[in-house]
């Protein structure tokens, strides 16, 4: 007999494994079943950056590093933010090497998180950042972005907080280009953003691990305008198709890199070496990987965008990521995890309830074009089938 002791630390009990990873197992016992529901790159790792991890296999590179990373990595690191987006870090003492961006975000909030503080959580939104905020004792305050378009705006966050005065804000939380809209924002809402965010004496988490998938434009980062206060993520995973090597950055103040180091160490010790070596020659050799990878989600985000808007789903122009995030047409089930269970079902096609990025997500859904053309060619096929059936319309 297995014994459990329900003595256990109870935000856990609270926790769940999240929308997306629960629906994309149910839906895998399908047979025949295309899915566009995870993302992650369809991408192979760059061949050199293959080649270097080989090497560092063959030279032993099989101990720790340091717990901040390999220096050469974090030079590298901070060379590429400067380069490609004017921020400038110490590597020395501002930057951390983590296993993936999912540290990152578990190392920053658990650093600055204290009982009772309230973080905004800007919503929908890539669910992660919210049971670290719950483990911390802290309360994640939901903004609805949909009533923009999911573009914050000043006013926005001012209403909000202003609408709970009796909470202490501690931070908020960004994710832009954003997971799941796609959204993401020009260098005057970013100033208009950090100087809101100052004023209110906020933390801004800034998970920033699609900034080299943005169409039409350059992507602006908010520690540009706001160095003391961000503690800026971002990695490898989609910039670098290397989403098993585990490797992300956190870039912070020299006093906040200082903390979160310990926090970080007690965690995980340091990143794997091996990959910290491939990354130092994905970033310095690498630079510009992601170019043909952008043009190509470029074409398939236009190709998908085109099909869904003419079956009558209401979509904001996504310009970053990999994601579409529609709003199921009326007339259809309006529930999106009874939509997408039905699709599935009925027409093998798997894509994400609008619910998995929180309550401000119901009534839509999440399609990955992290695929091929030939995938999305035959899930569009499906999709229109499904919604052509009269039997789909209510």
């Known amino acids: 007999m297995t014994l459990f002791r329900d003595d256990l630390n109870d935000t856990i009990a609270q926790i769940q494994v999240s929308t997306i990873r629960q629906f994309d197992e149910e839906v895998s016992a399908i047979p025949d079943m295309v899915k566009l529901t995870l993302g992650e790159p369809d991408f192979n790792t760059p061949e050199h950056v293959k080649a270097a991890a080989k090497d560092a296999i063959d030279q032993n590179f099989s101990h720790y590093t340091g717990m901040a990373g390999l220096l ?79 573009v914050i705006t000043p006013k926005m966050v001012d209403d909000f907080i202003a609408a709970h005065p009796d909470e202490h804000f501690k931070g908020i939380v960004l994710n832009y280009p954003n997971n799941p809209t796609g959204v993401t924002y020009v260098a005057e809402e970013v100033e208009a953003l950090a100087a809101c965010f100052k004023r209110h004496n906020l933390w801004v988490v800034s998970d920033e691990i699609y900034s080299e998938l943005t169409y039409g434009s350059t992507h602006v980062s908010i520690a540009n305008y706001l160095p003391d206060e961000t503690i800026l993520i971002n990695g490898l995973s989609k910039s670098h198709a290397m989403t098993g090597w585990r490797i992300g950055f956190l870039f912070a103040s020299k006093e906040l890199t200082a903390q979160m180091k310990k926090v970080h160490q007690y965690y995980v010790t340091a990143a794997t070496t091996v990959a910290q070596k491939a990354g130092i020659e994905a970033l310095a050799n690498g630079m510009d990987d992601a170019i043909p990878m952008r043009a190509e ?12 808007n003419g079956l009558g789903f209401k979509i904001a122009r996504p310009t970053g990521a990999f994601y579409i995030f529609a709003k199921i047409p009326a007339g259809c089930e309006q529930d999106s995890m009874a939509f997408c269970k039905d699709l599935a079902r009925k027409n093998h096609l798997a894509i994400i309830p609008g619910t998995g990025f929180g309550a401000e997500g119901e009534g839509y859904v999440r399609l990955s074009y992290a695929a091929s053309m030939e995938k999305l060619q035959q899930a569009m096929d499906r999709l229109t089938a499904y919604m052509q059936e009269p039997t789909n319309q209510h």
């Open 297 to 308: 989600y470029q074409k398939r985000r236009d190709f998908v965008y085109k099909v869904m």
């Open 72 to 150: 050469e990595l974090r030079q590298a690191a901070a060379n590429f933010q400067a380069k490609k987006y004017g921020n400038h870090y110490d590597p020395e003492d501002q930057v951390l090497v983590t296993v993936g961006a999912t540290e990152a975000i578990a190392t920053a909030l658990t650093t600055i998180c204290n009982p009772g503080d309230a973080i905004i959580i800007p919503s929908p939104i890539f669910p992660a950042y919210i049971p670290i905020i719950q483990e911390a004792r802290a309360t994640p305050l939901f903004m609805d972005t949909g009533v923009n378009d999911f």
